[in-house]
């Protein structure tokens, strides 16, 4: 992609609307616009980055077995009376009345909605167990819509279902998504810690929340440092077997946010006790018939018998993602995108657009990369060498290739790792073979 055909208009100015450094530089960076209060346009940087994170969302729960269909977004009140949240949900629920008058509303969230569906078509004990998903824009009509994506009114979510007739199957079901939710984070560059949630009425250790540390998060947090130690994706995984193993290791020490805080057990972890803040990018719960129960979700059992369906839920703030990775990502400078979910791998510096040997060089470089499946943004406008660095601080691509006449008269490029500031000289070959390996 050619940045002087891109669409990418970066401010120069900080935005003073913007309190929290994602948002800020979401705005600055030319990812997001805002629409009206908490509810934004998405500009093709951002969008690019929100559907990286999507796929990696979506490959994940597909690996853990969960199965992909789609929910509208405008929802029948009569569901929710039925399970009877209508009221309950208070104003944070955007009611809307149709033309014949009947009442509708923009979905916060979908249990209602999938145990509709899932009432009406599963029909026996043999049609589960079952984890359905989908990624969808829900509408909350927050008090306090701040911080940009991380805090909108209309943001996109994944959430899941698990259906089963035994709360042991329902554990399972529950396991699977734990650690799902597990490999999910780590790859998008993440440290997500697990920290217990509240399960209201229905007890148990099934509710947890999956937390970030940063500075800006809403919320105090505590937990053991040895969380901060642990990788995921160092697991090997066989999701058809017993993960309780798993999750007993990743709940073993103590990780709580203020909600659930308990003195005491904390004083256990000593000076080993992380206090920080933290932001939520999850959450998992078993919620039991709550859902089930009042909706008459059942199936027949082997002896012909009706079980109530056991259900758990299971969310992901995805839009809320981009902010969050932003919030734990960053420098004086601007973003350091994690590979995984970077808008362009690589981002072409030209020196001296308009010198025929960089020009030259450039396109090869582009082309080559290119033919590679490396993506390219290649900055060829003409503009100051110094307005060039900073726009790519700026946008935070991984690495920056930069091409100029006095390195081409030696033979060499330069690559600049975002990350670490580490630049190293090299042949355009080998340059190649770096950001191709
Ligand atoms: P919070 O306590 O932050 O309001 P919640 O408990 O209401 O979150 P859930 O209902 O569990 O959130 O929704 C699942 C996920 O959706 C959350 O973990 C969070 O990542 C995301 N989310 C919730 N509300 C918002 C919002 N207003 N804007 C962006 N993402 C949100
Ligand atoms: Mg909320």
Known sequence: MRLSTYFLPVLKETPNEAQIVSHRLMLRAGMIRQSSAGIYSWLPLGLKVLRKIEAIVREEQNRAGAQELLMPTIQSAELWQESGRYDAYGPEMLRIRDRHDREMLYGPTNEEQITEIFRGLAKSYRDVPKILYHIQWKFRDEIRPRFGVMRGREFLMKDSYSFDVSAEGARKAYFKMFVAYLRTFARLGLKAIPMRADTGPIGGDLSHEFIILAETGES????????????????????????????????????????????????EAGDDLVTARGIEVGHIFYFGTKYSKPMGAVVAGPDGQPITLEMGSYGIGVSRLVGAIIEACHDDAGIIWPESVAPFKVGLVNLKQGDEGTDAMCDRLNAEL????????????????????????????????????????????????????????????????????
């Open 220 to 267: 105090q947090v505590f937990c053991h440092k040895s969380f901060l130690e642990k990788d995921p994706l160092a697991l090997d995984l066989d999701y058809e077997g017993d993960l309780s193993p798993v999750f007993e290791d990743w709940t073993r020490d103590y990780a709580a946010t203020e909600e659930m805080h308990d003195e005491a057990k904390a004083a």
């Open 370 to 437: 290119a033919k590679a499946g490396v993506e390219v943004l290649y900055d060829d406008r003409d503009e100051r060498a110094g307005a060039k660095f900073a726009t790519m601080d700026l946008i935070g691509l991984p690495y920056q290739l930069v091409v100029g006449p006095k390195g081409l008269k030696d033979g060499v490029v330069e690559i600049k790792t975002r990350a670490t500031g580490e630049r190293e000289t090299l042949t355009p070959e080998a340059a190649i073979a770096k950001l191709t390996a």
